[in-house]
């Protein structure tokens, strides 16, 4: 909504003068009165955004995840039964606990995970019975903080939390029979409750795979109330009525106590990886004696300290909550799985060989989405943290002898690709400080060079061999998704060239440079797209490219064509010129959504969510396609970039429960969004360049770790105002369609000046086109 004044994001040690109402219809009237100048840059942040959510149709498949950024630990409601990987759906009415989660996402589902939840009257501890109706207007959801009304027991849930722990406050009503349950779940679990000390201490085994046997997450509960009863269940639900200790596959702990009205019982919860002397140890540290009130003050301490990194001025209050609702996503993951011993050394369960080792650990993420453009964004605005992750990542391969690339907690068989490579590639590239490089660049080029001993199909390269004889992955091998794969192992080398070449190993360099072309033996000629080709050379037919999946992930020929992110002039070649090119892009945005799901027998939720945009073929809920609207830059026509940048951010995005196209993805849909309403994006990671669309916001401000502010003004701007007329850089003409990382990194002030109608004059030079291969040789 569009009001008179602007509005300016405050920066971090403002007071908490906003809170964040979840129902986004009744809160909009309001947020248009709000001055960001005297409320919290948290304010605007709504984890619900994209809870609207289910397995036929994504708006996000987000859970509201009340946590520190890259806290080890997350909290959630539930609305769902244990195990569902939806475990909260925006338009359930009921509520079954509040959970520790460690789920990415529900494709990957949880694991770790364990719940509270009280009730009072009669007791009721079955996940079935025991849930109670709740209203959003008797919610508050922040990433801080969480508060719901449990309308059948008179009962009111907060938490907050920390990067191991959480401080829970439950204020009960006058009842002779108040309870707080735990529930460790299925799957293997223990309970132990010790009235003396006013304590439930045990363990959960659940996981969706990706474990060591030995794997256990042990949790510690102090109450400040002392029990009046004590029970266990187990396995089945059978009660154990004034029992202290349970074990089995499924088992829990409820203790009881008479409660007067308004009384709050506080509950401090955490847990460790490692052992349950640790999880006390992890308790102790982050918690201690603070109050409810002080850990949640840390808490949002923490969360203004990251946000307010950027500062927003914009005058459209909606706007201002979309840009930081994806912030807070995109900060998020990875999920630090490390912790901090006796003698505040960094030590971690290992999730690859069951040890505890020490060093820095991360997990919780598919590497074939973020490298796009979550990790790139680390690389600007936190190195320091990217430089822990790349020790990790070097920690994976020494316990596992392999990059991961889909982790959680270990390595899970999901996806496609090697884009390890780009984000190693691209953090040293960026000189993010401490990589062990030597390490790395060793395990991106097994990734390239060996094809027996892998985990998991989705580690290493799946048809590594064919590729490396072939130049591809031949369609008629049995190795699906062949094309796809190809593309993006041919951008993976690319990377893997670009760092060799930057450490001074030419001529590992220039073998690396050569097999990036390999995305030249799928394109096809007669079609200009990107093609399924047979072991003896044919292209496989029949050919439809509107057919998802088959020879590609999650998208079509039209989609996957585009992936040759480091060089776009080599496909503008092949496709026969600007011209052609622009009209190949033109074409998926002005065909209707027609698709084929024969592949998949029904029609996945990544093809209905391209359906219902009307915006033809062009599929942003998914990632393959999502750096696609930048290539008009590269063929001298950036006025179409920035027309469709501005159409997708204002369009597409909202900070609503349905306010994704399609999955968030750990980050990745929300850093388009972040990038895109600075003004530039990341296409080709490893390059050390943003290409240049439409700069959403009147200005922004970076506030680096280096100490240099980056700002960038867009004059004359607003809605119907996407099309920039002229830039400069610290005074000095602009014109070219992409800005060096480095740049960036130096602080100084980006100028626009935006208007109605495009200026085809501006930054269609040669000298302007962002990086492609094609062209530095």
């Not at 270990?410 to 030597?438: F, Q, W």
């Not at 049995?478 to 190809?486: C, L, V, W």
């Not at 770790?705 to 003409?733: C, H, M, V, W």
């Amino acid at each position: 909504m569009e009001i008179g004044k602007q509005l300016k994001t405050s920066i971090v040690g403002m007071a908490a003068l906003f809170l964040f109402a979840a129902c986004e219809e009744r809160a909009s009237s309001e947020a248009a009165n709000e001055k960001s100048s005297t409320a919290e840059v948290l304010g605007y942040v709504n984890p619900l955004m994209g809870t609207d959510s289910d397995f036929s149709l994504s708006n996000g498949n987000t859970y509201p995840a009340i946590a520190t950024p890259w806290g080890m630990n997350f909290w959630t409601p539930m609305t769902s039964k244990m195990g569902d990987g939806w475990t909260y759906k925006y338009h359930d009415k009921k509520i079954r606990g509040i959970k520790q989660t460690h789920q990415p996402s529900p494709w990957i589902n949880d694991y770790a995970a364990f719940s509270l939840m009280a009730v009072t009257g009669d007791l009721k501890y079955k996940e079935d019975e025991r849930e109670s109706y709740f209203s959003h207007k008797a919610e508050t959801v922040r990433p801080d903080y969480y508060s719901v009304y449990l309308a059948d027991y008179d009962v009111v849930a907060e938490v907050t939390p920390t990067e191991r722990a959480a401080h829970f406050k439950f204020t009960f009503p006058e009842n002779e029979k108040s309870f707080i349950m735990l529930d460790a779940f299925n799957k293997g679990s223990m309970v132990k409750i010790l009235p003396k000390e006013r304590k439930i201490i045990g363990y959960c085994r659940n996981n969706s795979g990706g474990v060591p046997d030995n794997f256990h997450n042990y949790f510690v509960a102090e109450f400040d109330t002392d029990f009046e009863v004590g029970h266990t269940w187990n396995d089945d639900w059978k009660l154990n009525e004034d029992s202290l200790d349970a074990e089995g596959d499924h088992v829990g702990a409820i203790i009881g106590f008479k409660t007067k009205k308004g009384q709050a019982v506080h509950v401090k919860v955490a847990s460790s990886f490692i052992s349950p002397e640790q999880a006390q140890l992890n308790l102790n540290r982050e918690i201690g004696t603070d109050t409810f009130e002080a850990t949640r003050e840390k808490a949002t301490a923490a969360w203004e300290k990251e946000l307010g990194r950027i500062e927003v001025t914009s005058s459209n209050t909606d706007e201002l909550k979309t840009f930081y609702s994806c912030l807070y996503r995109v900060l998020l993951f990875p999920r630090k799985f490390y912790e901090f011993d006796a003698n505040n050394k960094v030590v971690h369960y290992s999730p690859y060989n069951g040890k505890v080792e020490d060093g820095y650990m991360f997990t919780d993420n598919g590497f074939w989405d973020t490298f796009r453009a979550v990790f790139p964004f680390f690389n600007m605005m936190y190195p320091d943290l990217n430089a822990q992750i790349m020790d990790g990542l070097a920690n994976t391969y020494k316990e596992s002898g392999w990059l991961p690339e889909w982790a959680s907690p270990g390595h899970r068989d999901c996806m496609i690709g090697s884009n390890s490579a780009p984000i190693i590639a691209d953090a040293y590239l960026n000189g993010v400080k401490g990589i062990d490089t030597e390490t790395l660049l060793q395990a991106v080029l097994k990734n390239a060079t060996q094809s027996e001993g892998r985990p998991v199909n989705s580690v290493g390269r799946a048809g590594l061999d064919y590729y490396n004889e072939l130049g591809y992955v031949p369609y008629d091998v049995g190795i699906n998704e062949n094309a796809a794969r190809t593309l993006e192992y041919a951008y993976a080398d690319f990377t893997i060239a670009q760092m060799a070449q930057s450490m001074g190993k030419d001529s590992l360099a220039q073998v690396y440079y050569d097999k990036s072309l390999n995305y030249k033996n799928l394109f096809d000629p007669s079609t200009k797209l990107m093609r399924g080709k047979n072991k003896d050379g044919r292209f496989q037919t029949p050919f439809n490219p509107l057919k998802w999946g088959d020879a590609f992930t999650e998208g079509n020929s039209l989609h996957y064509t585009w992936s040759v992110f480091h060089d776009v002039q080599g496909l503008i070649d092949l496709m026969g010129g600007d011209d052609e090119f622009v009209g190949m892009l033109d074409s998926v945005f002005e065909m209707p959504p027609h698709f084929d799901d024969s592949y998949y027998g029904f029609t996945i939720h990544e093809i209905r969510e391209m359906q219902i945009m009307n915006m033809g073929n062009y599929a942003h809920g998914n990632q393959p396609i999502q750096h696609m609207i930048y290539l008009y830059d590269y063929a001298k026509q950036p006025w179409k970039t920035q027309e469709k940048v501005r159409e997708v951010l204002t369009k597409l995005y909202t900070p609503a429960p349905d306010g994704y196209c399609g999955d968030e993805d750990n980050g990745q849909t929300s850093a388009w969004y972040v990038f895109s309403a600075m003004g530039f994006y990341p296409v080709a990671p490893a390059t050390n360049q943003y290409v240049i669309g439409s700069p959403l916001f009147n200005e922004v401000k970076l506030h680096l770790q280096n100490g240099n502010t980056f700002t960038i003004n867009a004059d004359a701007n607003g809605k119907g105002r996407p099309y920039i007329q002229s830039a400069s850089l610290n005074g000095s003409e602009f014109n070219t369609t992409w800005i060096g990382t480095e740049t960036v990194q130096k602080g100084g002030t980006l100028s626009f000046e935006m208007g109605s109608a495009p200026n085809k004059n501006w930054a269609i030079s040669e000298e302007a086109l962002p990086y492609s291969l094609s062209n530095s040789k």
